[in-house]
């Protein structure tokens, strides 16, 4: 079984207590990376910020097997 067929197997709730995490991650390091900004550190803000758009891709990725496993 994919990655993917296993998430879209979960119960509802699981997927989206999966999607919360994801959200609350994303939120953390856009902070993170602002904090660091803010700090002058512009090099570690940049891969924070690269982060946090690989958990946003991931997030979106798992919102649509979320749909297709309510279906």
Avoid: N
Avoid at 2 to 27: Q, V
């Amino acid at each position: 079984m994919t990655p993917a067929e296993t998430f879209k197997a979960c119960p509802a709730a699981d997927r989206e207590a999966a999607l919360m995490a994801l959200k609350i991650r994303a939120t953390s390091l856009g902070i993170e990376a602002e904090a660091h900004r803010d700090l002058g550190g512009d090099a570690l803000a940049d891969i924070v910020a690269g982060q946090q758009t690989a958990v946003l891709a991931a997030l979106e990725v798992l919102r649509e097997l979320h749909k297709e496993g309510a279906k």
